[in-house]
């Protein structure tokens, strides 16, 4: 890919007591990174603020916010006293512990500690969770845990009744995507928050209580009625969708319900056996940067690539004379206003012109055999096509990595956009 800029999705494993079992992560095989650095001109006066560590209790799990702690010098964790087993860069989902970055702050981050009920139940009291730094110090937070079955449970605790989800009806189809109206019942709450994925793990969900938030593949707001309206986005899409009723003395979520909206669905950028095959996802930091898009291997192979709906050529770089082999590769690229977003195609060969229409599921270009950006040689094992999207926003460069989270929240994660 290009080069540049940080949001971080870490997945961690570890042994915790005789509670959890272990979880394994590996590491992606991935496009090469440069990295440039910038000199600092004038001296600035700064303040520096003590590190801090400070820990939320909520239905989740336990949430941990660091202060003033620079993640780049973070090499590992403990609580207890006992080191966590692995921090790696990972590929899967993985429910119980996510890092990340909440701002475009490096300094500042969070970690969240998610737990199935009865593991909370039993990690009730004191407790100690530290962050290992590069320079052998160690910081650390003492955590005073106090859970029990009324904060899980609102029918345990007199609180509300779970919702009962009622339009969309499950599985219905054909649902036009204006103004949907999503509705349920419910007893004994005072407000519900609804949460509506484009996928059924619900991945781009941070489930915070009152700082609750979604990423592009999913919506959630809190309201005081038992229904909400609100447009969808994709055609031929399955949503899915999820409501917590609220009170003062508990919350409790719904069971998970689904539709699927008119039209045809997103036609994918490749044929179907690569969309099944090996991938590097959206938001993975790797080599130095944060991926913007989603990589899709056709190792070995050079197949045609599609466009994922009707659209005008912006910009095509795949001709230029760019002095080495891989610099050609690394940089080629075409980008298609489709409308009411972009998409930039990476690693192509394509002779389309600026200004060109393109048709929805017509191709548009092939895989390029890649190539080492260091030494120059053939890299045909690592063949793949790159695919970032913006929406309303049209970018000429940095179209591969971010090393920032103000960054890569130029663009959204293209899963739903191409059929995955």
Not at 45 to 62: C, D, K, R
Not at 271 to 290: C, H, L, R, T
Request: some cysteine.
């Amino acid at each position: 890919m290009y080069k540049k800029n940080i949001a971080i999705i870490v997945f961690l494993s570890f042994i915790f007591s005789s509670f959890i079992t272990p979880v394994f992560c590996s590491k992606a095989v991935a496009d090469e990174v440069t990295t440039t650095s910038e000199e600092t001109t004038e001296e600035e006066q700064i303040t520096v603020e003590p590190p801090s560590l400070v820990f939320y209790q909520h239905p989740e799990g336990i949430y941990i916010e660091a202060r003033n702690i620079n993640i780049d010098n973070v090499v590992g964790f403990t609580l207890n006293g006992e080191s966590i087993d692995e921090f790696c860069v990972g590929m899967g989902e993985v429910d119980q512990f996510i890092l990340t970055t909440e701002t475009e702050n490096p300094d500042v981050f969070s970690l969240l500690l998610k737990f199935p009920e009865e593991i909370l139940l039993n990690l009730s009291g004191k407790h100690t969770f530290g962050l290992k730094l590069a320079d052998g110090t160690q910081i650390e937070t003492p955590m005073d845990l106090n859970y029990d079955s009324s904060l899980f449970d609102g029918d345990k605790a007199g609180g509300p009744a779970a919702p009962k989800l009622v339009t969309p009806a499950y599985k219905a189809t054909g649902v036009p995507q204006s103004n949907v109206k999503f509705s349920w019942n419910s007893a004994g709450a005072t407000n519900y928050r609804i949460v509506i994925s484009q996928n059924s793990s619900f991945s781009g969900f941070k489930d915070l209580n009152e700082k609750s938030s979604c990423d592009s593949s999913c919506f959630t707001t809190t309201t005081k009625l038992t229904s909400y309206n609100k447009n969808m986005d994709i055609s031929g899409h399955t949503y899915y969708w999820k409501v917590r009723a609220n009170n003062s003395q508990g919350a409790i979520w719904s069971d998970r319900s689904e539709f699927s909206t008119s039209g045809s669905p997103k036609v994918t950028p490749l044929a179907s056996s690569y969309m099944s095959g090996s991938k590097i996802d959206f938001g993975v930091y790797i080599n130095g940067g944060i991926h913007t898009g989603i990589d899709i291997l056709t190792p070995n192979q050079n197949p045609s690539v599609y466009a994922i709906a009707d659209g005008k050529v912006e910009y095509n770089t795949t001709s230029k004379n760019y002095p080495t082999n891989a610099d050609k590769y690394w940089n080629a690229f075409v980008v298609i206003n489709h409308g009411n977003f972009y998409a930039y195609y990476g690693h192509l060969n394509s002779s389309l012109a600026v200004g060109s229409k393109v048709t929805k599921g017509n191709p548009i270009g092939t895989i390029r055999n890649a190539y080492n950006l260091k030494t120059n040689a053939l890299w045909l094992s690592n063949n793949h096509l790159h695919i970032s999207i913006t929406v309303g926003k049209l970018l000429n460069n940095s179209w591969g990595y971010q090393a920032t989270q103000a960054g890569l929240s130029q663009f959204v994660n293209p899963k739903s956009y191409i059929g995955l």
